[in-house]
């Protein structure tokens, strides 16, 4: 069976300083993964998405994140936070037809 | 660039009383889904369709819960008898394929309808 753990429910970071948001994953076969973002009163916005092409993942906004199977991870990134990245994200593994999202891990950016 | 639209913004509805959500998919898309996320926990899956029919529903989407395609644009979620429970974001998605092509799994999400039950 497929399941998500986001190990952080809450990280705060100074502007400028790296980002770190952790999720290891749990899949019986080849997952899709995907990591996104939830800005307050907002829908869903995808940020990057791993789909078995390369391990590192570019998204948007600066973000990306590795696929590494042998730890089973895929832990989200960003070299310089920036005051609109507090948002709520979510890292997702799909096999077939639906997504498993995690529980969220709520960013917080601090000047 | 298409996108995934979700009618109403809001709905407030007194308990017991039947509503139903709307969403129209991306027009090529053939699976569609919809998911609910209670304020301050995590987004659940609650049913898939395709080729008028249910895929995959969770236990969540017990028959109080129903889903249609009326038309060729519009899936709706229907709740017959709501309950303060049932209060919570509702998104509509759809995608192209699903299953084995991993990389078009992507699924890409409305904006949401918010449901407050009184």
């Known amino acids: 069976a497929q399941s998500v753990t986001q190990l952080d429910s809450h990280v705060s970071v100074s502007e400028g300083t790296p980002v770190l948001l952790r999720c290891n994953y749990s899949?019986?076969?080849?997952?899709?993964l995907f990591w996104y973002v939830q800005h307050p009163n907002k829908g869903l916005q995808l940020l990057l998405k791993?789909?078995?092409?390369?391990?590192l993942v570019k998204g948007i906004n600066g973000f990306e994140a590795e696929f590494k199977k042998s730890e089973t991870s895929f832990h989200l990134t960003k070299p310089s936070a920036h005051m609109s990245d507090a948002a709520e994200y979510f890292c997702?593994?799909?096999?077939?037809?639906?997504?498993?999202f995690g529980t969220g891990t709520r960013l917080k950016v601090l000047a | 660039e298409p996108e995934v639209t979700q009618t109403p913004s809001h709905q407030v509805t007194q308990m017991g009383q039947e509503v139903i959500l709307r969403c129209v998919p991306i027009?090529?898309?053939?699976?569609f889904y919809w998911y609910r996320q209670i304020l301050g926990q995590k987004v659940e899956f609650l049913v898939s369709?395709?080729?008028?029919?249910?895929?995959?529903k969770s236990e969540i989407f017990d028959d109080q819960f129903s889903v249609e395609r009326p038309d060729g644009s519009n899936f709706t979620l229907k709740i017959r008898s709501t309950k303060l429970e049932d209060s919570a974001m509702y998104f509509c998605?759809?995608?192209?394929?699903?299953?084995?092509?991993?990389?078009?799994?992507?699924?890409?999400f409305g904006p949401g309808t918010r449901l407050t039950v009184l």
């Open positions: 998605a759809s995608t192209r394929l699903a299953g084995a092509l991993s990389s078009y799994n992507e699924q890409f």
């Open positions: 899949s019986s076969y080849s997952p899709s």
């Open positions: 791993y789909t078995s092409a390369a391990t």
């Open positions: 997702v593994v799909s096999e077939t037809y639906k997504y498993i």
């Open positions: 027009s090529n898309h053939l699976y």
């Open positions: 369709f395709y080729n008028n029919e249910i895929s995959e």
